[in-house]
């Protein structure tokens, strides 16, 4: 099957069709699952545009869709069906803001339609459909490499479409086929290198607990089963990304890697507010208000991964997946404010008892310890959750996976970070007191103002 442009201009309200291509424009710097065969059901459905994929092509790239069990019906009785009016075509990326604004804000025919637009290219529209079964299989080559997006456009949204849609895009490396994206092909080896450095991490730090025994808490255990729950989770996205990259499908490996992902977020923030509170280390017990940040967290983690595997699993063309967008960005906001409440109660309580229990060194050991850790976690979550989100939307397509690569490395490096500051050691900072700098601590914390948050 080969591109072509459709010439006619058909009913459609422009303002609409504005505002849905805008927000298509937006999505690019919403990360988006890898892209893999995949099979989804439009039900009773009028939005103007409906994306379904986004992948980078190479030169020769391929993309196979078929659809199947086509209905519609109208909401007004006197509304009569165009079928050219509604069909699927593929759209760069960087096209949608021109689309949107050349065509839509500066066309004079209030009739436009979206896929009348010089700027897509139109795999077929409802004329095309099958009489007998209403269905459609077809293919179309791409002979210009970049970042497609798959759209399905109703340019008459009186009607309600149902349809089962299947879709098919890869490239081909070496004469094979591979279903991801040409920014992403090299994940699989970046996540398996990743699950070998922390599986390495893990080993370590079992030795650094074996060897300290008589200074090993509960924290520490709990630290090394996030490591071996890290380590599980990186080889299941290797594992993941491979099958993928080959077949179109994960063979039940996104099962796996959403299961230790699960626990690796909610344990992952669980050692970060207990290191938070001190617990372990300054104190065997929780306060209330700490526990009530635990079961206000945990919960909230165990809602952020369920919308994070139905963002995965569905895409874009389900009517509730940017209500679940909203969510998990929402939820992951509240939990990293949340975070940060026990360290800050933390250095509050050492700064009032630096005042009036004659430790001055001690407490002045304790509190740079949480103020590094406090600055660390900071810039771990704005590297990690705006940074490297940013950097997603104006990353050239074929450098994507870079992102990853990014988020990764920042992740690894916080983990460096408390695992070596809070090992368990004879000489703990939080044990050591030096009565020479007693007096000097003393004075560093009556005028050193950098504590106070």
Not at 105 to 118: G, I, N
Not at 340 to 362: H, M, Q, Y
């Amino acid at each position: 099957m080969r591109f072509y442009n459709s010439s006619k201009n058909l009913h459609h309200h422009p303002p609409t069709l504005l505002l849905i291509l805008y927000a298509l424009f937006l999505t690019s710097s919403i990360p988006f699952a890898s892209s893999e065969i995949k099979d989804t059901y439009i039900f009773d459905d009028s939005r103007t545009v409906i994306l379904f994929e986004q992948f980078g092509f190479t030169e020769g790239g391929q993309v196979a869709i078929s659809i199947k069990d086509v209905s519609w019906k109208s909401r007004s009785r006197k509304a009569e069906l165009n079928p050219s009016s509604m069909g699927f075509f593929l759209a760069r990326d960087s096209s949608f803001s021109t689309i949107f604004m050349n065509d839509s804000l500066q066309s004079k025919d209030e009739s436009f339609c979206v896929l009348s637009s010089r700027y897509v290219k139109l795999l077929f529209n409802f004329n095309d459909l099958s009489m007998n079964t209403s269905a459609y299989n077809g293919s179309a080559s791409i002979d210009e490499a970049d970042e497609y997006s798959l759209v399905f456009g109703n340019c008459q949204p009186e009607f309600e479409v149902s349809m089962y849609v299947h879709t098919e895009m890869y490239n081909f490396q070496d004469g094979a086929k591979n279903f991801l994206p040409i920014g992403q092909t090299f994940l699989p080896k970046i996540f398996l290198s990743m699950f070998l450095i922390y599986t390495c991490f893990f080993g370590i730090w079992s030795f650094v607990c074996f060897k300290q025994r008589p200074t090993v808490d509960m924290i520490h255990l709990i630290m090394g089963a996030l490591l071996f729950v890290k380590a599980l989770k990186m080889i299941c996205a290797s594992e993941d990304e491979m099958y993928v990259s080959k077949t179109g499908t994960p063979h039940g490996w996104d099962v796996a890697f959403y299961i230790f992902g699960f626990f690796k977020g909610i344990m992952l923030f669980t050692v970060i507010i207990l290191i938070g509170t001190g617990w372990s280390f300054l104190k065997p017990y929780l306060q209330e208000r700490e526990k009530n940040v635990l079961m206000i967290v945990i919960p909230l983690q165990v809602l952020e991964n369920i919308a994070y595997v139905v963002i995965s699993e569905t895409g874009p063309a389900t009517k509730d997946w940017w209500t679940w967008n909203q969510i998990f960005l929402l939820i992951d906001v509240i939990c990293c404010c949340a975070v940060f409440f026990p360290i800050v109660w933390s250095i509050r309580n050492l700064k009032e008892a630096s005042k009036s229990d004659g430790k001055a060194a001690r407490n002045l050991q304790k509190l740079t310890l949480f103020k590094n850790f406090y600055i660390c976690l900071v810039m771990y979550l704005y590297f990690t959750r705006v940074v490297v989100s940013s950097m997603e939307g104006i990353l050239d397509y074929r450098y994507e996976g870079f992102t990853y690569v990014l988020s990764e490395g920042a992740s690894l490096a916080f983990y460096v970070f408390i695992f070596y500051n809070f090992q368990p050691t004879e000489k703990n900072p939080y044990l050591v007191i030096d009565e020479e700098e007693e007096l000097a601590a003393e004075q560093i914390l009556q005028d050193d103002d950098s504590f106070e948050l």
